[in-house]
């Protein structure tokens, strides 16, 4: 059995700049991920098959298996290599769903992206960064950043990565208020949709110097979220009353980041919110280079 990492998503910064005619809209996001994450596991198989497990999978029970991003992601690469003349055999795939649902922290597009990974190398069968990079954004605007799994800029509707080099890891805390959020819901509310661009990022070599130049930057469907949800507003306040450096909402919410000053300060203010918000999901986790 193969298993591969599907790291949480994180968007530091996203900015909205524009629409385009057929209703995607452009974004400028700064994306890192994180150890946090949930798992795929794959292994051939007699038939096609695919499993739910882990603490999060209750909140999609109710999904057709055929719906998830992780049989999209096995069918869409079974269709591309067909289409080459070659069949690919059938695999049984289980998801270890550790990330809530609908957050904000990219947990289906990064399943759909290990999903990807573990069947080529399960398969044997690599149809070229091209094709799959094609084939990721025909899955979700979020699956080929998540496929490339490192830190980066993201632009057009997702598609144009552009990698960055931080010389450290963040110590973060997520927090999310168990509230599932509808992106295309904030973005219809979403008041100004030619905001200006991300600025050239500063202190990549320096955190104090990053951290400065970040709290310049904003994430632009924070608003329109937080007037939908205003748990959103609780998350944060909580951690900056627990000592969070900054503090931002992910991608279209509804989860949370914190910034610690270290793993330590990040693991005690983590356990301290599961002391006073027992319902909320709340995990200490730093970022992968």
């Not at 079974?78 to 649902?101: M, Q, Y």
């Not at 008041?191 to 994430?219: I, Q, T, V």
Request: glycine share 8%; net charge negative.
């Amino acid at each position: 059995m193969l298993r591969i990492d599907a790291p949480a998503k994180i968007n530091l910064a996203l900015h909205i700049t524009g629409r385009r005619p057929d209703g995607y809209h452009l974004i400028d996001s700064l994306v890192v991920f994180a150890e946090l994450g949930d798992q795929i596991s794959v292994e051939l198989a007699d038939k096609d098959a695919f499993h739910l497990e882990g603490p999060e999978a209750s909140a999609l029970s109710s999904e057709t298996a055929s719906s998830n991003l992780v049989v999209r992601a096995r069918d869409a690469l079974r269709d591309t290599a067909r289409r080459t003349g070659i069949e690919l055999p059938p695999v049984d795939i289980r998801l270890d769903k550790r990330l809530p649902v609908a957050s904000g922290i990219g947990g289906g597009s990064a399943d759909a992206a290990a999903t990807i990974k573990a069947l080529c190398q399960l398969w044997g069968d690599h149809p070229g960064s091209e094709t799959l990079s094609k084939l990721a954004l025909d899955l979700g605007a979020d699956v080929p950043m998540c496929l490339d799994g490192r830190a980066l800029i993201a632009r057009g509707i997702g598609e144009a990565l552009n990698p960055v080099e931080l010389g450290f890891d963040l110590d973060l805390v997520i927090v999310n208020p168990r509230i599932g959020v509808s992106t295309p819901a904030v973005f219809s509310v979403l008041e100004r949709r030619d905001n200006a661009p991300l600025p050239a990022p500063d202190g990549l070599d320096d955190k104090d110097r990053f951290l400065e130049w970040l709290r310049a930057a904003r994430n632009d469907l924070q608003p329109p979220a937080q007037r939908m949800v205003p748990a959103i507003n609780d998350c944060l306040s909580a951690l900056l009353g627990a000592g969070a450096q900054l503090a931002r909402m992910s991608g279209s919410g509804a989860s949370g980041f914190g910034v610690f000053d270290s793993a330590e300060a990040a693991q005690a203010a983590a356990a301290s919110l599961e002391r006073t918000k027992p319902g909320w999901f709340i995990a200490a986790t730093r970022t992968k280079r």
